[in-house]
T-cell receptor
């Protein structure tokens, strides 16, 4: 699986958009970008995933660059409850041999 | 119901004890996982069960023994652990054989080995 690079930590003001970047310059054509987050003392939670096109769901938006070498997770109106570690994971879908491999993640602190 | 439950929430055990961690899901998922997470580190995969059979063992020491008695339950039997095994143990599940598809995680069992 392609390696990902994320900033160690970020701050965001409550009510503002949180934009979390992820670099995956060695991504292959059949690898998806997944985002999970882990709120303190809880298990990780799936947020969103995508291949080429931008994706949006009730939690967030995922913007993938045209060359697919980087992506941005957007939380449109961050709340204090969005404070968590956000993991960007790149992997091949529909392949039982490919696990979720968590990297270091970005620790997002949403401040009042 | 999209919930994975884990018991106990906290566990303290001595190095000579035998204990078990339990995980349960009722989403009809046929893949279940154990992860280990040390403080301020990302989760690390330990075991994967697919259709109640052990599919992946990430070179985990034999003092950790997984068991999948049926499609809804996953156990992790602990024996003769070391203090460095103290960690958060997470259970997860997902549909069928694509182990990277959306995984649903439980809240974890926080284990302290004395």
């Amino acid at each position: 699986d392609a390696k990902t690079t994320q900033p160690t930590s970020m701050d965001c003001a409550e009510g503002r958009a949180a934009n979390l970047p992820c670099n995956h310059s060695t991504i292959s054509g059949n690898e998806y970008v997944y985002w999970y987050r882990q709120i303190h003392s809880q298990g990780p939670q799936y947020i969103i995933h995508g291949l080429k096109n931008n994706e949006t769901n009730e939690m967030a938006s995922l913007i993938i660059t045209e060359d697919r070498k980087s992506s941005t997770l957007i939380l449109p109106h961050a709340t204090l409850r969005d404070t968590a570690v956000y993991y960007c994971i790149v992997r091949v879908a529909n392949n039982a041999g490919n696990m979720l491999t968590f990297g270091g993640g970005t620790r997002l602190m949403v401040k009042p | 119901d999209t919930e994975v439950t884990q018991t106990p929430k906290h566990l303290v055990m001595g190095m000579t004890n035998k204990k078990s961690l339990k995980c349960e899901q009722h989403m009809g998922h046929r893949a279940m996982y154990w992860y280990k997470q040390k403080a301020k580190k990302p989760p690390e995969l330990m075991f994967v069960y697919s259709y109640e059979k052990l599919s992946i063992n990430e070179s985990v020491p034999s003092r950790f023994s997984p068991e999948c008695p049926n499609s809804s339950l996953l156990n992790l039997h602990l024996h003769a652990l070391q203090p460095e095994d103290s960690a958060l143990y997470l259970c997860a599940s997902s549909t069928d054989r694509d182990f990277g598809r959306t995984q649903y995680f439980g809240p974890g069992t926080r284990l302290l080995v004395l």
